[in-house]
DNA sequence: CGAACAGTTGAAGACGATCAATCTGAGTGG
DNA sequence: CCACTCAGATTGATCGTCTTCAACTGTTCG
């Protein structure tokens, strides 16, 4: 495997110098650093400790999104608060950079590389949501979270005829929800059933969107 | 909301700039755009069309990752190899960055950024790889990795007297992985009698990181 | 027209969730 | 030092959901 073409990449990601641009922080065991919702004005690097990333969901139930350990980074702000919450579940020692630092150097240097990083950033925060989908979500609800998806955001859903045209077939959708086709093919039923949608062809299906909104919702 | 402390992160995530550097290309429908394992010469942006990203695993089962669309990145390189392969589900226009011209840009530019960058885009792997695992191995497999992932990256496995000290209690385990206690506690119980590992007291395992690692994979 | 593939439907079984009961172990106060 | 307590962890029994395998339907294309 060569190493020219991507070393911008490889070289070792200690973050030494965004941790030089902070402090040293210290927390005790059971601790939290910052609450789900809160604003997100710091980033912190982990320097030693476990932590401890988990998300509140609406019904009460709780997702732990992540286990943090030394050199791991927590809190990279995408929508400006935090999405999950942060706990030590040891004590900790941490490097807390203030967001603004950031914003400081991003002027110093090209939209380049903040641009990738917005991207790959959302990219985390969607991956979350889909995380706690695949876990938490019975299939129902989860082909109806993938529709609504489809519908605001592929540019394959025509308001005026309430008409979804689905861009792939059924065993692509079953692999990206992680069910069988099968699964697919009842969900699809049991949402008719409820006047969520109604199979034009199996390539078209008639959308109310309110009730598709309820029924994406856990 | 305010809207000072990230702006450098919350422009216009258009690409435009990136976008710039490289040239305009265009697929038929169906075509592969890269497989999976070859090596990671190339960035895309997608312009017009519909773009599936799968996984193609061990056992034969594929995984579809994600639906790409207008705006969206595939390709951003971390290991030098693409982990997924591209594939068009409709006519598709893309722009293709040369990922060498990354590396030329970062050299001009400070550490910092391409030091995130490259976090996050692990973090995207890591996600990436706990979502296969969350939507395709039976319990004991997830209970068999994540306990492996504790003994390979958390500094909490003795090698001398392979014993495992467990950083967090059970329902963060569980929470983390997505199953009930309940499940967790039966887990442990199939991996006891597998002889991978062995209760000393409920923090405490005894591995055997070789069965361990036969036992975690799918 | 029929072959081949995509999608749907049906029946059986496995797996994990849930609820309830029990066990363990660390901390507390007598 | 020993009961007592209470939360964490395990075990048992039951039930529902999703997978699997199989048969069938429908659609596209030579």
């Known amino acids: 495997m060569e190493n020219t073409s991507y070393s911008y990449l490889s070289r070792e990601g200690n973050l030494a110098s965004i941790a030089s641009l902070g402090r040293s922080v210290f927390f005790p065991s ?4 910052f609450e789900q919702g809160s604003a997100a004005k710091y980033l912190y690097i982990v320097g030693e400790g476990v932590i401890r990333i988990s998300r509140h969901l609406q019904d009460g139930q709780r997702y732990v999104m992540a286990f943090l350990k030394k050199g791991d980074i927590c809190g990279v702000p995408e929508t400006g608060t935090y999405l999950n919450c942060a706990c030590t579940l ?5 490097f807390k ?8 150097r991003s002027s ?6 903040s641009e990738l990083l917005l991207k790959t950033v959302t990219q985390i925060r969607i991956q979350q949501d889909r995380l706690i989908m695949t876990a938490r979500c019975d299939v129902p609800t989860k082909v109806a979270m993938f529709l609504l998806d489809l519908c605001e955001n592929f540019g394959c859903f025509c ?9 792939m077939p059924r065993s692509d959708i079953a692999d990206y929800i992680g069910i ?12 008719t059933k409820q006047n969520v949608i109604n199979r034009i062809d199996c390539r078209h299906l008639n959308i109310d969107v309110g009730r598709l909104r309820a029924a994406a919702t856990p």
Not at 180 to 191: G, H, K, P, Y
């Open 30 to 33: 059971n601790t939290t650093i």
């Open 180 to 191: 069988a086709i099968e699964s697919l093919s009842r969900a699809l039923q049991v949402l």
């Open 90 to 94: 040891s004590p900790t020692q941490l």
């Open 159 to 167: 308001e005026k005829t309430g008409i979804l045209t689905l861009p």
């Open 108 to 113: 110093d240097h090209g939209e380049l590389f």
């Open 97 to 104: 950079v203030n967001v603004s630092v950031l914003e400081k």
